[in-house]
């Protein structure tokens, strides 16, 4: 693509975004909100014990195998408070559709948060002894899953097979007319064919009958062990790549403004949200009033452009457990480096740091449990 296409896509989208300031209390709850989730995952990925850290960790506090996908927790409990507080702020209908279902420690510690989950499942109490139950319970085999499934409370995506988050999403705003269905989508997932193709899901999209979807595109970089495409193109490449999908980009670096500058990248989101659903309610406006579209604006003579979001990588380092946290921020137990490389997405040490070694020996298949001695060996 020439750079006059470049500069002109440049200039057509780069104003996407209002000054839209938000009060410091509010920062300040979403920001309390991000941190607990963020604690409660990390507790389910690595504890059994001590959750509120009460007492110094010993060995026998950390579970004794490891397993999750730390990488994608940050971006899934960042955009959830932030859905919450535009809900609130706007009495607005949001729902949110968690590709990257792998996280689910990120939405089960929200529901948590919430009494959500307790509503459904009594023994999560949000007191510590259902707060032990959480982080024991986490992926553990008839309690809580390691992906958001159907027995996850509220969850309408099930989160193993990668690729139908964005179809779903547009499944769930049809026929609903006032409510914003947010889709947080992995730059993993997006590389899927499902959901290359969902993005042309707006052709479908009658905003006079139909509710809203708002993609979030999460660019942590890397689809586990791997570089993602879409985090390796320039913010001018995305924008028309979307824009050529009929979505209109607002980036928020996240990855930027991390850390001390945390409050910075609380504004942007807020800002990128409140443009988005102002983005959406016109839109809707302008199709429910019937107006002729040459009256209705400017936008009358280009294609109707709906509001996205891509996210930048937000990857807080892990110091819940200070006997890993150090080599963490370099490495991780086997020397390799963990902070803006794939070994960040999983758990980031070796499971167990323990003398009484859980067995890592493959179990048997269950069926095998029932097969009689004189069926034949499974192949
Ligand atoms: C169709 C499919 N292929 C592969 C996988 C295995 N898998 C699980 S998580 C993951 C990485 C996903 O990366 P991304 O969408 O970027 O999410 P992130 O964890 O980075 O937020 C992969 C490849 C899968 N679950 N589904
Ligand atoms: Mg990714």
Redesign the pocket.
């Known amino acids: 693509m020439s750079s006059a296409v470049f500069n002109a896509i440049e200039r057509a989208t780069r104003d996407v975004a209002p000054a839209h300031a938000i009060e410091e209390d509010s920062v300040a709850a979403v920001d309390a909100q991000f941190r607990a989730a963020n604690y409660l995952s990390v507790a389910q990925l690595y504890l059994r014990d001590n959750v509120l850290l009460r007492e110094p960790l010993r060995r026998e506090h950390i579970k004794r195998r490891l397993l999750g996908?730390w990488?994608?927790v940050p971006?899934?409990t960042f955009t959830y408070a932030h859905l919450g507080l535009l809900a609130r702020d706007f009495d607005e209908s949001v729902a949110l559709v968690v590709?990257?279902g792998?996280?689910a420690p990120g939405v089960l510690a929200n529901l948590w948060l919430e009494d959500a989950l307790v509503a459904h499942l009594p023994t999560y109490t949000r007191d510590l002894r259902g707060m032990t139950q959480l982080a024991r319970d986490f992926s553990w085999p008839r309690r809580l899953p390691s992906?958001l499934t159907a027995s996850t409370p509220g969850a309408m995506h099930e989160g193993?097979?990668?690729?139908y988050s964005l179809a779903h999403a547009f499944g769930m705003a049809f026929d609903d007319p006032d409510t914003i269905v947010a889709c947080l989508?992995?730059?993993?997932?997006?590389?899927?064919g499902p959901l290359a193709a969902a993005w042309q899901s707006t052709a479908f999209l009658n905003p006079a009958r139909d509710g809203a979807v708002l993609p979030i595109l999460?660019l942590?970089?890397?689809?586990?062990s791997?570089p993602?495409v879409l985090a390796r193109r320039s913010p001018v490449e995305l924008r028309a790549l979307l824009l050529a999908h009929g979505f209109e980009a607002y980036f928020v670096d996240a990855a930027a403004s991390s850390g001390a500058n945390r409050a910075s990248a609380h504004h942007e989101m807020a800002a990128a949200l409140r443009w988005a659903r102002e983005r959406i309610r016109s839109i809707q406006l302008d199709a429910r009033t019937g107006m002729p579209p040459e009256h209705v604006s400017e936008r009358a003579n280009s294609p109707r452009t709906w509001p996205a979001i891509a996210l930048g990588a937000f990857f807080p380092t892990i110091t819940l457990v200070p006997s890993y946290s150090d080599a963490q921020k370099t490495s991780d137990a086997s020397g390799q480096f963990v902070t803006g490389a794939p070994r960040h997405?999983q758990v980031q040490a070796r499971s167990p740091p323990c003398s009484d070694r859980f067995s890592t020996r493959r179990l048997p298949h269950p069926a095998t449990f029932t097969r009689s001695r004189s069926s034949p060996a499974r192949r």
């Open positions: 996908h990488g994608t971006g899934i590709g990257p792998h996280g992906h193993g097979e990668l690729g989508i992995g730059d993993g997932e997006a590389e899927t999460h942590n970089g890397y689809k586990l791997g993602t997405q």
